[in-house]
């Protein structure tokens, strides 16, 4: 029912900055049905780490402590798209990041758990050198 499409990864030296885009097809406006997107981060061997979410029809942020102040996560219902900006970047950022959602009326801190999204992209793959 939804597709998404992670782009903007690649390779920036530490204490660099990032874009990532996320773009949704078959994604709907709100208010029905509405969405809570996320972006996740794994490291290989590692469980997958919620870093932000956002709500389609109420755009509060959701970060995790890892992240904050660090990386904005931002919606544009126009073109069915979120973004992760990343400034500051760290060696730790590294890994493959994944966006995901879920239809939900609402989101919150349990988005940022795995087990709490429906749909995945297929990832990006983000280096960081020191």
């Known amino acids: 029912q939804v597709q998404l499409v992670e782009s903007g990864g690649g390779s920036v030296q530490a204490g660099g900055s990032l874009r990532l885009s996320c773009a949704a097809s078959e994604y709907r406006q709100p208010r029905q049905p509405s969405y809570c997107m996320a972006w996740f981060r794994q490291l290989p061997g590692k469980e997958r780490e919620g870093l932000a979410a956002i709500h389609t029809g109420s755009p509060s942020p959701y970060y995790s402590d890892s992240v904050r102040g660090r990386f904005t996560i931002s919606l544009d219902n126009g073109k069915h798209k979120i973004s992760l900006q990343m400034n500051n970047l760290k060696p730790e950022d590294a890994g493959t990041y994944y966006c995901?959602?879920?239809?939900?009326?609402?989101?919150?801190?349990?988005?940022?758990?795995?087990?709490?999204?429906?749909?995945w992209g297929k990832g990006i793959l983000v280096t960081i050198s020191s």
């Open positions: 995901a959602a879920a239809p939900t009326v609402g989101c919150g801190n349990w988005a940022l758990e795995s087990r709490g999204m429906d749909y």
